[in-house]
């Protein structure tokens, strides 16, 4: 499966953004979405993951309750809802793909979409 991320841009603290990772390939469906995100001279690290039907979610502590990742598999496309952004939620975000899961391992994934920046001003 080939990802496609989409949504970022420019917004101001306690804004609002939705992320889209819109994918390729009849097996989507089949595929644990997650979005990882890495700031400037930081490593990536996890934020969210999905299930191949929805059913389960994780996120980080540090979006819980302000982010939502849900899946729409008639669209092929996972998305992450950010609300109350702060700014250190500012990063390039990436969505990945695996058939397990769940890993939180930026490492353990191969399947990356390229990253939409997102830039959270205070």
């Known amino acids: 499966v080939q990802l496609q991320a989409s949504g970022g841009g420019l917004v101001q603290a306690g804004g609002s953004l939705r992320l889209s990772c819109a994918a390729s390939?009849?097996?989507?469906?089949?595929?644990?979405i997650v979005w990882f995100r890495q700031a400037p001279g930081k490593q990536r690290d996890f934020v969210a993951g999905?299930?191949?039907?929805?059913?389960?979610?994780y996120y980080a502590d540090s979006v819980k309750g302000r982010f939502t990742i849900s899946r729409d598999n008639a669209k092929n496309t996972v998305y992450l809802q950010m609300n109350s952004l702060k700014p250190e939620d500012t990063a390039v975000y990436y969505c990945?793909?695996?058939?397990?899961?769940?890993?939180?391992?930026?490492?353990?994934?191969?399947?990356w979409g390229q990253g939409t920046k997102v830039t959270v001003s205070s």
């Open positions: 999905i299930n191949w039907n929805g059913g389960r979610t």
């Open positions: 990945a793909a695996d058939v397990t899961w769940l890993k939180t391992r930026y490492e353990l994934y191969t399947n």
């Open positions: 390939g009849r097996t989507f469906s089949s595929y644990t």
